[in-house]
């Protein structure tokens, strides 16, 4: 089993920078699809970003359209751990983001029930 803790959310205003970490352990994250997910209050949950599993072919990264170019995922494997740099954000990009893990492999749309393993949020506030 892997469990997953994110840190790193707040408060910060409009055309700032946060970056957002996900700490796993209990098993294997390595091996992973890991992501990054976001929800709204009143609104659906929606996938931000995606990361393949490192291989010697290089790695695979995927973004929600609405953040494209402004978030930026990455992997430490080393380390256990995910993370989302998020700069220009924006009061739109306010919601509780949760990192996720997939036994899948990665693809673009991010449909969230191809995830096995779910942190329990780290709320992030975009003031303007």
């Known amino acids: 089993q892997v469990q997953l803790v994110e840190s790193g959310g707040g408060s910060v205003q409009g055309g700032g920078s946060l970056r957002l970490s996900c700490a796993a352990s209990g098993g294997t994250a390595g091996s992973y699809c890991m992501g990054w997910f976001r929800q709204a209050p009143g609104k659906e949950r929606e996938g931000v970003a995606a990361?393949?599993?490192?291989?010697?072919?290089?790695?695979?990264?995927y973004y929600a359209d609405s953040v494209k170019g402004r978030f930026t995922i990455s992997r430490n494997n080393a380390i256990n751990t995910l993370f989302l740099q998020m700069n220009s954000l924006k009061p739109e990009d306010t919601a509780m983001y949760y990192c996720?893990?997939?036994?899948?492999?990665?693809?673009?749309?991010?449909?969230?029930?191809?995830?096995?393993?779910w942190g329990q949020g780290t709320q992030v506030t975009v003031s303007s």
């Open positions: 996720a893990a997939s036994r899948l492999r990665c693809i673009a749309t991010m449909p969230g029930d191809r995830y096995n393993y």
């Open positions: 990361i393949s599993p490192h291989s010697p072919a290089g790695i695979s990264t």
